[in-house]
């Protein structure tokens, strides 16, 4: 009799391991396709039932672990797939043509110039680089970063505005690098960007609805010699390539 009571706690058991598990990829399917940028939610959702799907293979269950380890393992890639690279595959293509090569630039074909303080207007964005500011800190006393020695931060404020009639998706929003006067390409400070957005209250956004304008700082480690020169320009990856100078 207690070997009957055994078997049948150790079935339920069983069966609880496989609900919490298959109940793990289900809230992490449809946290995915709420929003792809919730992957610190979805993310240990999908990894609690991989584990479990190896406890229910360890407790005799084979089947319905594979299955379950399985659907962790692939689904979120199938997922991916299906929500962001087969709706802009052809901006994907674009983007990566565009940015191939040698500091990305290679097939980069500048269609807008302007200056600071003027706006700039594609078929889906209305762009203003407002200010340059070199600075050597980045942050408040209390919180704040510094470049490497020898080094000074450049800070470029921009907004732009999305003035089509769909949003523009988080992997085809703007983005700005500068090109010093001799050509060499620079790419964000990540850490001193993060703190000057805090500082600006910028608010990080997932895709850009119409009519949306988003404020942003940029912000860029530069040596002291070549932060003293003429000449600087910033390149802007937008739906069309616009150069601003700088100076």
Not at 34 to 62: E, H
Not at 172 to 190: R, W
Not at 201 to 213: C, G
Request: aromatic fraction near 8%.
């Amino acid at each position: 009799m207690d070997k009957i009571n055994n078997s049948k706690e150790t079935n339920t058991g069983k069966r609880k391991t496989i609900y919490t598990a298959l109940l793990c990829v289900i809230l992490g399917a449809a946290c995915m396709y709420w929003s792809i940028w919730l992957f610190f939610v979805y993310g240990p959702l999908f990894f609690i039932a991989f584990i479990l799907g190896i406890v229910v293979i360890v407790k005799g269950q084979v089947l319905a672990g594979l299955t379950i380890t399985l659907a962790t393992s692939v689904l979120p890639g199938i997922m991916f797939l299906i929500l962001v690279v087969l709706p802009n595959k052809t901006e994907i293509r674009s983007f990566v043509a565009e940015w191939s090569g040698k500091a990305g630039m290679s097939e980069l074909v500048i269609k807008h110039e302007a200056a600071i303080g003027e706006k700039v207007v594609t078929p889906k964005i209305e762009l203003e680089l407002e200010s340059v500011k070199r600075k050597r800190r980045i942050g408040t006393l209390l919180r704040h970063v510094k470049p490497s020695h020898g080094a000074i931060f450049i800070a470029v404020k921009w907004k732009y505005k999305n003035i089509s009639d769909k949003p523009i998706s988080p992997i085809m929003k703007p983005t700005l690098n500068l090109i010093s006067p001799n050509g060499e390409f620079y790419n964000t400070d990540v850490r001193a960007t993060k703190i000057g957005s805090k500082m600006l209250k910028v608010i990080a956004v997932n895709s850009v609805n119409p009519d949306i304008t988003v404020n942003l700082i940029s912000v860029f480690e530069v040596d002291h010699a070549t932060a003293k020169m003429d000449g600087w320009r910033a390149i802007i990856k937008a739906d069309e390539p616009i150069c601003i100078t700088l100076d």
